[in-house]
């Protein structure tokens, strides 16, 4: 009974690991609640009306990540906004670009991009303030809002950077509040609840706006477009897919806002989360539905945890492959030393999702970037720790070793290596520590692992999903730490 | 065996060794005498290529250093400091076996050596193998240095201050059987010390240096009967007094 159970947990970790030769749909989505719930149910919709295997790569962070994996093959489809499409995609302002033929038109000259019909609803940025706050001022439209100078604000970091969001608005109006931060979406109503903040930005149909009872303004000098969501999908991938179209086209015109403002709030508020609610929609038994989440969940943890572990192990590995040599050379050559470990010492001092920003462009999201990173984040306290393991070897030992006429391999052999084993080690071990960590943030990325749950559940305010992520990715760094630690005492030549 | 040819040695321009001349013959121990700084180590380790010199030749069985291939000259030549060196990862029998493995003897061959080579130093195969470096008293490590130096056969021995770190009374003991294991084995010695009693008791020859540039040189006896320099006359002293003990025997054995 134990062996099969263990039998199945290795084999689900090992299928984990392996891609499927098969070659999967894979669906993309922006980190925030609504794009989650449509792209489920794009997920959903595919997996019971087809035979195809589905992928997701969900909360991707932003527009431009979402567009550009779509771009390059690395997802096959994403819910995305039409007016998002033109004025951050195509760059354009004229608002015949953002009319829905002409946007598809020249999506598809363009990318070969297309988008499928729209849901139905509009979700344009609004700015929002608590209703008490609306009633006690008198507030209905943004010229209103406008004559207000005391009150705090903070916005989504896309809305601060957009022509279309921040900027444009802020002159349309002529805003001037008394503070303007960035925050993320998700956090930024916890904010207003806790009277931090006084105005953020919303979507028109967050479920929040319900929940959390507050005002959307009237944009009275329509400055804001048309936001309509559809899916956004490679033309490429519905050839290959034949049939994929109509499916994905299942609930074209079906959501109106108020429905999504529903899905959105049942989304948040339900432990569950959006896969649930999606279920619920395509209206599936409930209680069926429950139970298999639970199983899904754990199934979930143990698949990001054997993603995880296996970016950190082929990081660490690759790490250790160049890593040990390139300490070893060091070591025979101190003047080449100095440079490299410089060059090192710089390499780990950028901030990690600075690193994994910087590596988009090179390498697009997913897998590679990630393994990029994580491997150049655990190649120095190897390289490191080797060299001055070596180094710091007491000098009569390799002079004894150099005075008996041993070859430089012998002396690597029989001296070098097993004296520096323990810093070496030491090296290794530190570096898997930091990989475990820095591996949570490659998720932002794309590259899967248990940093997803945590940023879904940071996205979706899931604290349960937050967890889920949080607590095996500790307990991974705390054992994966005392397990070569134990082999460090293991190796230790000094006896 | 050894021959130095006006050999001169600089680090840049600061002198380590200027024209030293000397020939060891076969089987004899000679004795390099001085303060730290006078150049002995240096000489030593021109022998087996460690250190190269500016000018002059050092001649080792009849061939130039600078001809010989580098590793066989070093596997033919014994080596012990006073650091002993053993590597403390491997025990007393892999230790004394290293250049034997080096060399690629069969496991029964070295097995066979070490502990022959255990015997000479009078440490019980069966007692030390197994056992690590750390296990081993200061005396005792220096006496697996010795057996390790002498794996191969050796007819050359290089001794750099070997028993610099032991006390008055294990100095002595280790000493004593260095002698006897040396007779035995008829191994042509460089020994370096600053240890005056040291060098009248263990050098057929002393060769005493200063600054890096020999001073004297000659057989104890002729040294203490005439000294030609002033600082050799100072350095006698203390030894002249200890001869008058009951120490004769073991000087002229």
């Not at chain 1, 527009?63 to 771009?71: D, H």
């Not at chain 1, 991938?237 to 529903?262: C, H, S, W, Y």
């Not at chain 1, 307990?475 to 000094?494: E, Q």
């Not at chain 2, 042509?188 to 009248?200: K, M, N, P, S």
Request: proline share 4%; net charge negative; hydrophobic share 45%.
């Amino acid at each position: 009974m134990r062996s099969s159970r263990f039998i199945a947990v290795v084999l689900i970790l090992v299928l984990a690991v392996c891609q499927g030769s098969e070659r999967s749909i894979i669906v993309g989505s922006k980190p925030f609640t609504e794009n989650y719930v449509l792209a489920e149910l794009l997920c959903q919709l595919i997996e019971t009306n087809t035979n195809y295997d589905v992928e997701r790569k969900f909360g991707l962070e932003g527009t431009w990540m979402c567009f550009r994996a779509l771009e390059r093959g690395e997802i096959d489809l994403y819910p995305e906004y039409t007016g998002t499409g033109a004025l951050v995609i195509l760059k354009s302002d004229n608002k015949k670009d953002q009319q829905f033929e002409n946007l598809r038109n020249t999506f598809e000259e363009r990318f070969g991009i297309t988008w499928l019909e729209p849901f139905g609803f509009n979700n344009s940025w609004a700015l929002v303030v608590p209703e008490a706050l609306a009633v006690e001022r008198n507030l209905q439209t943004y010229s209103q809002l406008a004559e207000q100078t005391d009150l705090q604000a903070a916005f989504t970091h896309e809305f601060l950077e957009r022509k279309d969001g921040w900027p444009g608005l802020r002159v349309a109006y002529g805003f001037q509040f008394e503070e303007v931060k960035g925050i993320r979406h998700s956090l930024a109503y916890s904010a207003i609840m806790e009277g931090i903040i006084k105005v953020t930005d919303a979507y028109t149909t967050d479920g929040e706006i319900l929940q959390y009872d507050l005002r959307l303004l009237d944009d009275d000098r329509h400055f804001f477009p048309e936001y309509l969501a559809a899916p956004l999908v490679r033309l490429e991938t519905l050839q290959e897919f034949p049939g994929l179209e109509g499916v994905l086209n299942t609930f074209a015109g079906k959501i109106d806002n108020a429905r999504m403002q529903q899905l959105n709030l049942q989304a948040n508020e339900t432990g569950d989360g959006y896969p649930r609610v999606v279920s619920a929609l395509l209206s599936k038994r409930s209680m069926e539905q429950q139970v298999g989440l639970v199983e899904a969940r754990f199934s979930m943890i143990l698949r990001q945890t054997g993603r995880h572990l296996f970016l950190t192990g082929l990081a660490v590995l690759m790490a250790c492959v160049a890593g040990i040599p390139g300490g070893i050379l060091m070591s025979h050559n101190r003047k080449a030393a100095i440079a490299i470990m410089g060059f090192a010492n710089v390499v780990q001092t950028i901030p990690s999702i600075a690193l994994l920003g910087a590596l988009i462009p090179l390498l697009g999201i997913g897998f590679k970037p990630a393994i990029v990173a994580l491997f150049l984040y655990s190649i120095l306290p190897i390289l490191r720790n080797t060299y001055t393991g070596i180094v710091d070897i007491p000098k009569s030992l390799t002079e004894v070793a150099d005075a008996q006429g041993l070859t430089s391999s012998q002396k690597l052999t029989y001296l070098e290596l097993p004296q520096a084993a323990p810093s070496i080690l030491a090296g290794i071990r530190t570096s898997t520590v930091i990989c475990v960590g820095t591996g949570t943030l490659a998720a932002f990325i794309g590259s899967g692992g248990l940093g997803e749950p945590i940023l879904t559940g940071i996205s979706l305010n899931d604290t349960g999903l937050i967890l889920s992520g949080a607590i095996p990715a500790s307990l991974l760094a705390l054992i994966l730490d005392f397990v070569l630690g134990r082999v460090a005492v293991a190796v230790n030549p000094n006896k | 065996m050894i021959r130095f040819d006006q050999v001169s040695k600089f680090y840049g321009s600061v002198p380590a060794l200027r024209d030293f001349s000397l020939e060891a013959e076969k089987g004899e121990t000679v004795v390099l005498l001085g303060l730290s700084g006078s150049g002995k180590t240096t000489t030593l380790r021109m022998v087996n290529g460690m250190v190269m010199p500016s000018s002059g030749q050092v001649m080792v069985r009849g061939c130039d250093v600078s001809d010989w291939p580098l590793i066989d000259l070093r596997r033919s030549i014994g080596y012990v400091i006073q650091e002993v060196g053993l590597f403390p990862h491997w025990t007393v029998a892999q230790n004394v076996g290293m250049l034997p493995k080096v060399v690629e003897w069969d496991s029964k061959k070295t097995r066979q050596r070490v502990e022959e080579l255990l015997e000479l130093v009078r440490l019980p195969y069966s007692d030390y193998a197994l056992r690590y470096p750390s296990e081993l008293s200061g005396g005792e490590a220096q006496r697996v240095g010795v057996a390790r130096a002498l794996a191969l056969k050796p007819d050359i021995l290089l001794m750099d201050e070997p028993f610099g770190a032991l006390d008055t009374i294990t100095r002595h003991h280790t000493q004593t059987q260095f002698l006897q294991i040396n007779e035995e084995q008829n191994v042509t010695t460089l020994f370096v010390t600053h240890d005056i009693q040291e060098a009248f008791r263990i050098g057929d020859r002393i060769v005493i240096m200063k600054e890096g540039c020999v001073v004297e040189m000659g057989t104890p006896e002729a040294l203490l009967e005439n000294q030609e320099s002033d600082y050799t006359q100072e350095l006698l002293v203390s030894v002249t007094l200890q001869f008058s003990g009951e120490e004769k025997d073991d000087i002229t054995r």
